[in-house]
């Protein structure tokens, strides 16, 4: 049986995880009747691995905008985040990094989809519903779908 330290560097060495990820993780496998002596322990075994630098919340953010950033938008990466449990601020930064060439990767997203504009209404709404269901901001998406900027 892992012990909690265990299980969250087994967790770590397979991807950058949230503090707060790692608490929910681990709540399920802390011991004992107590929840406040699980939570200590929890609390222990996390303090311990950011001190020694194995938990960044720094790192699981760039990691995020490193594996989605070139498929989503900006919208897309801030709900990712914030679902991790980030501070605020380091979504803020994060999500401004990402609206840098926004539009070119909403371009290359779209093209390796559709690569034609859209020929009716139809095609057109689904177009612009694959977009914004790639988190990509709704002015990006109607300047795509348009054909503002495309090189043919």
Do not use: N
């Not at 929890?42 to 905008?65: F, K, N, P």
């Not at 991790?84 to 779209?110: F, I, N, P």
């Amino acid at each position: 049986m892992l012990s909690l330290k265990g299980r969250a560097l087994r967790w770590l060495a397979q991807r950058e995880h949230s503090r707060a990820e790692l608490e929910r993780k681990l709540a399920r496998h802390a011991g004992g009747d107590d929840e406040v002596e699980a939570a200590a322990q929890i609390t222990h075994v996390l303090d311990d691995l950011a001190a020694r630098g194995l938990l960044s919340e720094s790192r699981v953010a760039e990691s995020v905008l490193q594996t989605q950033g070139q498929r989503f938008g900006s919208r897309r990466i801030r709900q990712t985040l914030q679902a991790k449990g980030l501070d605020a601020e380091l979504v803020s930064a994060t999500v401004q990094q990402a609206r840098a060439g926004e539009y070119e990767r909403a371009l290359r997203v779209w093209q390796r989809r559709f690569g034609q504009a859209p020929q009716t209404a139809a095609e057109r709404a689904k177009q612009m519903r694959f977009l914004a269901g790639r988190g990509f901001d709704g002015d990006i998406i109607r300047r795509i779908v348009r054909g503002d900027d495309i090189d043919d």
